[in-house]
C-alpha cells in the first residue's frame, strides 16, 4: 500500500495545482499542441471516469451481493479484506485523474457555475474514496479479524449467510459486541462508498448533458 499513498499524494497535489493555477500547466496555450493535450486529458477523463463508475457500480449493487450470497462467510470476509483496499484504490486514482484532467480542461477562475459543480462532486468522491482506503476499511477489516477468531472459537464462520451469528450472538456478549462494532464501522464505509458512487452518477448526468448536446456542450 506504500505505493498506493504515495502516487495518490503525488496526483492529489496535481490535481490542487491544476485546479487553482492551470496556466502553470499551460491550459490557456493555443495551437495544435494544446489541442492535442486537451482531447488526451478528455480521453483520460472519460475512461478513468467509465471504469471508476462501473467499479462503482459492480462492487456495490452486483459482485459483493453475490459473493455474500454464496460464499462461506469467512471466506467471504477474507476475500473482501483483499479486495477492498484494490477497489478503493483504483478507483481513488481514477477520481484523481479526472479531477486534474476536469481541472486543466476548465480553469477554476474561468469555469461557469456548473463545471465548479461538477469539480465539487469530483473532489467529493475522490476524499470520499480516500476516506475509506486510510479509515475505514482498515477499521473494519481490523475488527473483521477479531471477530472471525470468536466466531472459530464458537465453531461458526463456515456457513453461509448471518443465522448461526445472530444465534451465538444472543448467548455470547462478547460476539455480540463486536457486532454492533463492526456493523457501525461498516455502516460508514458503506454511506461513504455509496456518496462516492451518487458523486459519480451526478457527474455522469452532466457528460451525458454534453454528448446529447444539452446545455453543457457549449462549455465542453
Request: aromatic share 14%; net charge positive.
Amino acid at each position: 500500500m506504500g505505493w498506493v499513498t504515495r502516487f495518490l499524494a503525488a496526483v492529489a497535489f496535481l490535481a490542487i495545482g491544476v485546479i487553482f493555477s492551470p496556466e502553470t500547466f499551460g491550459s490557456k496555450s493555443d495551437g495544435p499542441k494544446s489541442h492535442n493535450l486537451s482531447t488526451y486529458l478528455k480521453l483520460a477523463h472519460l475512461l478513468c471516469f467509465s471504469t471508476a463508475w462501473g467499479a462503482a457500480l459492480w462492487v456495490t449493487f452486483i459482485g459483493g451481493i453475490i459473493m455474500f450470497k454464496n460464499l462461506p462467510r469467512h471466506q467471504f470476509g477474507n476475500l473482501q479484506s483483499k479486495m477492498f483496499p484494490a477497489y478503493f484504490s483504483m478507483v481513488g486514482v481514477c477520481c484523481a485523474i479526472c479531477v486534474a484532467s476536469f481541472g486543466y480542461l476548465h480553469p477554476w477562475k474561468s469555469s461557469a457555475t456548473p463545471e465548479k459543480y461538477q469539480l465539487g462532486f469530483l473532489l467529493s468522491a475522490f476524499a470520499f474514496n480516500l476516506t475509506n482506503l486510510f479509515v475505514f476499511t482498515p477499521m473494519t477489516i481490523e475488527m473483521m479479524k477479531q471477530r472471525h477468531k470468536v466466531e472459530r472459537e464458537e465453531k461458526i464462520g463456515d456457513e453461509v449467510g448471518w443465522t448461526k451469528n445472530e444465534e451465538v450472538a444472543k448467548v455470547n456478549p462478547k460476539l455480540a459486541a463486536m457486532n454492533k462494532k463492526f456493523g457501525m464501522i461498516h455502516g460508514l464505509s458503506s454511506l461513504a462508498n455509496i456518496m462516492s458512487f451518487g458523486s459519480l452518477a451526478l457527474h455522469s448526468w452532466y457528460l451525458a448533458d454534453l454528448i446529447t448536446g444539452g446545455g453543457g456542450a457549449g462549455r465542453s
